[in-house]
């Protein structure tokens, strides 16, 4: 079963840390993945999208990276700030099911001041 | 503005009362989705359209109908809304299927 695991769940940083969060998933033959945010009773907002023949990403303060082989991907947060308070969602489009979105269960990232 | 427009925002409603929910976008996009949120289940995809009268299941179709007659609109139907279909909803969609997707604001629906 193809699936997207997240870990970690929850995630509360000071201010100013730069953080990793990650995503995992089941099997290697993709599409593409795509980190989204979303905040507290509002839609996504896709962050970063990684095509399959794509290592990274990197729009300011964030970089995302994919490694296939692994079936892994983590975005990095740089100089965090209370305003990235959000949970963070990837997911994924396996190739089997190139229409199918999977989504991961997401990271609850907090970061007070 | 480009967008994803989703009506209503919340809708309360009773079972068997047929319902719409309306998804609108302005950027002449081929691909169209429909998602359902749930706490502890995560984002799971209902319909998805790659284009104009190109509609297939999701992972949870059951239940729903989807129309795409035009290529702007994609309305989410439930001809008769159970209390297990009370979720947050939400429409998306993209250029194409691979490509960067935009989601609506989302449909809390309660049925009673």
């Known amino acids: 079963k193809q699936e997207v695991t997240q870990i970690p769940a929850a995630l509360s940083v000071p201010e100013g840390e730069n953080l990793v969060l990650n995503c995992s998933f089941t099997d290697s033959a993709i599409y593409n993945l795509q980190w989204f945010r979303q905040d507290p009773g509002k839609g996504l907002t896709s962050l970063l999208l990684?095509?399959?023949?794509?290592r990274e990403q990197t729009s300011g303060r964030l970089n995302a990276s994919l490694d296939k082989s692994s079936g892994r991907s983590t975005l990095y947060i740089a100089a965090s700030q209370p305003g990235d308070s959000a949970t963070y969602l990837c997911a994924v489009v396996f190739s089997g099911g190139y229409n199918k979105l999977i989504f991961g269960a997401g990271t609850r990232l907090a970061v007070h001041p | 503005e480009a967008q994803v427009t989703q009506n209503p925002r919340y809708l309360i409603t009773v079972t068997g009362k047929k319902l719409t929910v309306t998804c609108s976008q302005n950027m002449n996009h081929e691909y169209m989705s429909w998602y359902r949120q749930d706490p502890g289940l995560g984002l799971r995809q209902i319909y998805y359209s790659m284009n104009v009268e190109v509609t297939d299941k999701g992972d949870v179709p059951e239940g729903y109908k989807v129309s795409r007659k035009e290529k702007r609109n994609f309305p989410l139907i439930l001809e008769s809304p159970s209390p297990n279909q009370t979720s947050l909803y939400f429409c998306?969609?993209?250029?194409?299927?691979?490509?960067?997707?935009?989601f609506g604001s989302g449909t809390q629906l309660s049925v009673l």
């Open positions: 998306a969609s993209s250029w194409r299927y691979n490509e960067k997707l935009f």
């Open positions: 990684i095509q399959s023949s794509q």
